[in-house]
């Protein structure tokens, strides 16, 4: 992974993953968890408008949206009995919403990978995080082609 591409809130997050001993880490991803931004009331009550990531064992959805000056806003559910992909929406959230396009799609593919949690986590779910990031990255690019 390129450290120069990481926008610096997403490099905060992984940096705070990292600088915990690994056995803590799976509580800062609980933390995460319950750090779910609520989404906006436009979509509250019409899942037609979020796309499911199929990745993920758990229903989790997203949208993003773009604003006329290019800035990225990422919006997902996720089931609370679900915390490990709550708080990896959470994050992603988090880290991607206030970003330009550019960073948004600058964002590596393996920054999940970068969190160290590879070991305190399945690889599926590893793999859901991928592919919440992929596809938020896929919308962004339709919605600014579009």
């Known amino acids: 992974m390129t450290e120069a591409v990481l926008p610096e809130r997403l ?3 992984r940096d ?3 600088e915990l001993p690994e056995a803590d880490r799976l509580q800062l991803l609980l933390e995460y968890s319950y750090e779910l931004p609520a ?5 509250e009550g019409h899942p037609e408008l979020y796309e499911r990531v199929a990745e993920c064992q758990s229903p989790v959805f997203i949208v993003v949206d773009v604003d006329a000056d290019g800035t990225v806003a990422m919006h997902a559910t996720a089931p609370p009995e679900a915390p490990t992909t709550r708080g990896f929406a959470s994050i992603l959230a988090q880290g991607l919403t ?3 396009v ?3 799609l600058a ?3 393996d920054f999940p990978q970068t969190l160290g949690l590879t070991r305190v ?3 599926l779910r ?3 995080m991928t592919g919440m990031l992929l596809r938020a990255q896929r919308q962004v690019r339709a919605k600014t082609t579009a």
């Open 39 to 43: 989404v906006p009331e436009e979509y």
């Open 98 to 100: 206030g970003l330009t």
């Open 121 to 123: 986590v399945s690889p």
């Open 126 to 128: 590893i793999a859901g």
């Open 11 to 13: 490099a905060e997050i």
């Open 16 to 18: 705070e993953f990292l």
């Open 102 to 104: 550019a960073e948004a």
């Open 107 to 109: 964002v590596p593919g």
